[in-house]
């Protein structure tokens, strides 16, 4: 039998017996906005890659995929161009600090973003040096990519990002060379559970910070998708609001997944704006950074089990 690798499945998780936690200030959900920049750092053929990234705006692909996609290219520059600015001007409007997923490649090429960052009270966690999947590395490239990642990630923004979160999937690899590297407090690697947990890697607590894709902008571009960006206010509203109810006994998080490109087109940031305001409205929300999760995870709830899907 081939041996696969790659941590154990878990069916179970905390199952019946989830924590009882007790957010900052007495939050029934704690909600963490995801920024996932990586704008230029998509597949072009402009970097050496056989084909043009084909996740965007338009679902065409050209029949010549050994050509530029000046249509593709285009859509991506418009977020780290215009979209960018805008949601940065909404997070400072209404003090809203965010998680930047940032592929290390798109912050080279927006040295004037990746400057302001820290300044404007978000927090950067890595997400691949470039935006391509690390299961089509080797494990010594991955390795190589990881700290290159962090390196260029240190000289734009002025930090070393403390959390991971890899596009789409992590390889079998991944977690283990995070540790192997040292420096990150948790991954986002999963999308498992509505709480952060503990795992073992290669003999140390490891914490998880679980991500999702169901409150995610990406909807705009995949179908099923939003027709409306209505539709997306309304999706993480019901969210929202169902975990506020729950968190009445057991407090849990919410993550929302964001693009420039996508909810930085104008109509939809309206939706997101109105989103922000109606849940700072309900006094039941932490607006928090994942750096923040994982630091109150780890003061607070150390002494919770260890799950399965370590390694």
Known sequence: MTHIGGPDRDFIGYGQHAPQIEWPNGA???????????????????DGDERNEWVGEISYTPEDQTARDLSQ???????????????????????????????????????ALARQIIPAGHEVSGHGLRWVEPTSS???????????AVEIIEETTGEAPRGWYSRYAPSVNTRELLIEHGGF?????????????????????????????TYNDG????????????????????????????GETHPRMMSIGLHARLVGQAG?????????????????????RRGDIADWFTANYSDTPTLGGGS
């Open 28 to 46: 029934r959900v704690a909600v963490s906005l995801c920024m996932n920049y990586e704008e230029g750092a998509e597949r072009s053929i402009l």
């Open 73 to 111: 290219e285009s859509v991506y520059e418009y977020g780290s161009r215009a979209g960018i600015w805008r949601l940065m001007r909404l997070f400072d409007r209404t003090e809203t600090r965010v998680t930047f997923y940032a592929a290390a490649q798109a912050l080279q090429r927006n040295p």
């Open 268 to 288: 939809r940031t309206s939706a997101l704006a109105d989103l922000i305001e109606w849940a700072n409205s309900t006094g039941a929300v932490w607006f928090a």
């Open 219 to 246: 909807r705009f571009a995949f179908t099923p998708g939003y027709s409306h960006p209505g539709d997306f206010f309304e999706n993480c509203r019901r969210g929202i609001q169902y975990l506020i109810d729950e």
């Open 185 to 213: 407090s948790y991954d986002s690697d999963a999308y498992n559970d509505d709480i952060p947990y503990w795992v073992m890697v290669k003999g140390k607590r490891h914490l998880v910070v679980p991500y999702t894709h």
């Open 138 to 148: 080797t494990r010594e490239q991955e390795r190589d990519d990881i700290a290159r």
